[in-house]
């Protein structure tokens, strides 16, 4: 691998030329915003994912028994 400068140049596919200072600009103007567009989409799926769950919390009460022991009840809460 290795880089080189020039204007005339394939950009990831044969019909993506460029051929003059402008395109290329261009075309780095796409690529720019093709991965900032990629990265908002991971962080909108992490923000849904993290919605998605609700939160559970388990509490766990030792109460008498009538025998004179104590048992264990666990209580779910979800909010």
């Known amino acids: 691998m290795y880089f080189h400068g020039g204007t005339k140049e394939t950009i990831l596919f044969e019909f993506w030329n460029t051929s003059e200072i402008g395109g290329l600009i261009a075309s780095m103007l796409v690529i720019f915003l093709l991965a900032f567009v990629y990265e908002a989409l991971k962080f909108y799926r992490e923000h849904l994912y993290r919605h ?11 109460v008498p028994a009538e025998n004179g022991g104590a048992t264990k009840e666990t209580h779910k809460t979800v909010q």
């Open 52 to 62: 998605s769950f609700q939160t559970v919390q388990v509490d766990t009460v030792s």
